[in-house]
């Protein structure tokens, strides 16, 4: 039996956008692609020219920022963890019993293509998570902001997405509390969500020092859209429409010219079935 890989193991092989073209005011983003996710302990795909060099490996500090972004914001703050004693340590999908599935994207790449991604959703009244990476905060520290004000989740994709699971403690440690540095001094919030890089689901390992961290839960997803292997907006539109249903937790990337393109037909074949695109909270609450 073939076995099929996920998003989080396998390298990515850019291919051609067959919809991007026909999709007025997100072209721009047709072409670039961003660091997604692989079991590999280096970035398996290539790395936006903005990017910065990643720390040495167990450093927790903050990189230094000239942008005003990063100046405390005068805006409550951002929605905290919370536990769900319904759900299991590792969430990788709500409940069965109500119309309602989560797309979320791994947050890192253009934030071009993040901004028309973003307001693709919000023009068809659907809402998103957002993991974001340290490094792409860093580089990018108003997307935060973008991200929240859009009434969508934010959470902690590690701050340098690296393989997490193959780590020492030490190492671990500094990724998952460096990317959540990062996200309580430009939202005052840790994130909503944990979501570990490289890997489908934490090892007991990590799932205990992202608790350790503040987060009660950490997130995984039950149905995997490939998007980040660039196989056409037709394509990653079937991979999502052939797996989810009521409760499901889909991965999607933030970097890939097919999924701005996918998006509008995944949100209106959505609401054919009857299915809310939600935040991963409201899925749960």
Not at 31 to 47: F, I, K, M, R
Not at 146 to 155: F, N, S, T, V, Y
Not at 193 to 214: C, H, I, K, N
Request: a positive charge; one cysteine or more; aromatic letters at 4%.
């Amino acid at each position: 039996m073939v076995r099929v890989t996920t998003s989080e193991e396998r390298v990515a092989r850019p291919a051609p956008d067959r919809r991007a073209a026909l999709r007025s005011g997100i072209a721009l983003a047709a072409g670039t692609l961003a660091a997604g996710c692989s079991a590999a302990g280096a970035v398996a795909h290539p790395v936006p020219p903005s990017a910065p060099a990643p720390p040495a490996t167990g450093t927790t500090s903050t990189s230094p920022s000239t942008s005003p972004s990063t100046s405390p914001r005068t805006a409550p703050p951002a929605p905290t963890p919370r536990r769900f004693p319904a759900q299991p340590p590792v969430i990788a999908h709500g409940p069965r019993t109500r119309p309602q599935a989560a797309l979320t994207f791994h947050g890192q790449g253009d934030p071009a293509i993040a901004k028309a991604l973003l307001g693709e959703a919000e023009k068809n009244g659907a809402r998103v998570t957002v993991l974001a990476v340290g490094t792409w905060l860093d580089e990018h520290p108003a997307i935060a902001r973008r991200i929240l004000d859009g009434g969508h989740d934010l959470g902690n994709h590690t701050l340098r997405h690296l393989d997490i699971n193959a780590m020492s403690e030490a190492d671990a440690v500094a990724e998952i509390q460096g990317c959540a540095d990062r996200l309580k001094r430009l939202t005052g919030s840790i994130g909503t969500w944990f979501r570990p890089s490289r890997t489908p689901r934490a090892s007991p390992l990590v799932e205990r020092l992202a608790r350790d961290a503040g987060y009660p839960h950490t997130l995984s997803y039950d149905v995997d859209s490939l998007d980040f292997t660039s196989p056409g907006a037709a394509a990653v539109t079937r991979n999502i429409m052939g797996e989810i249903r009521a409760g499901s937790i889909v991965s999607l990337h933030f970097g890939y010219a097919d999924t701005v393109a996918a998006l509008p037909a995944v949100l209106e074949e959505l609401d054919r079935r009857g299915l809310r695109a939600v935040t991963t909270t409201e899925l749960l609450s």
